[in-house]
């Protein structure tokens, strides 16, 4: 896994999961921290990510919010779109350029 960016706009490459989320944490939540405004999570060369990657993001979007701003996932590849729209955090996460899901779409991630 590897981030790249400043503390307006990050892009996460790789894999988000167990073995990679206290490095992504730290990186995300320092980006809060320190930024204003909206921070863009990039994701487009995204491979995959676990549970514990997706709490890394949830966790960063509940900092986001307490610090006055806004976490927008950015390029979000159409398989890990399914997992939140199966999840239902599709409702909760700014998302940029989220694709139209068709009916029983969210069965089908499952």
Same mark, same amino acid.
């Given at each position: 896994?590897?981030?790249?960016? !400043?503390?307006? +706009? ?6 988000? !999961?167990?073995?990679?989320?206290? !490095? ?6 320092d980006a809060v921290d320190g930024g204003?405004? !909206? ?7 995204? +491979?995959?990510?676990d549970a514990t990657g997706l709490g ?55």
């Amino acid at each position: 896994m590897r981030i790249t960016g !400043d503390r307006a +706009e990050l892009a996460i490459e790789g894999r988000l !999961d167990v073995r990679t989320a206290a !490095d992504a944490r730290v990186r995300l939540h320092d980006a809060v921290d320190g930024g204003e405004g !909206d921070l863009i999570l990039d994701l487009k060369a995204l +491979e995959s990510w676990d549970a514990t990657g997706l709490g890394v993001i949830m966790g960063t979007h509940r900092r986001a919010g307490r610090s006055g701003r806004r976490l927008v996932l950015r390029g979000v590849p159409p398989q890990l779109q399914r997992l939140l729209v199966a999840t239902k955090l599709h409702r909760i996460l700014a998302i940029e350029g989220m694709e139209p899901q068709p009916a029983g779409a969210a069965h089908a991630a499952l």
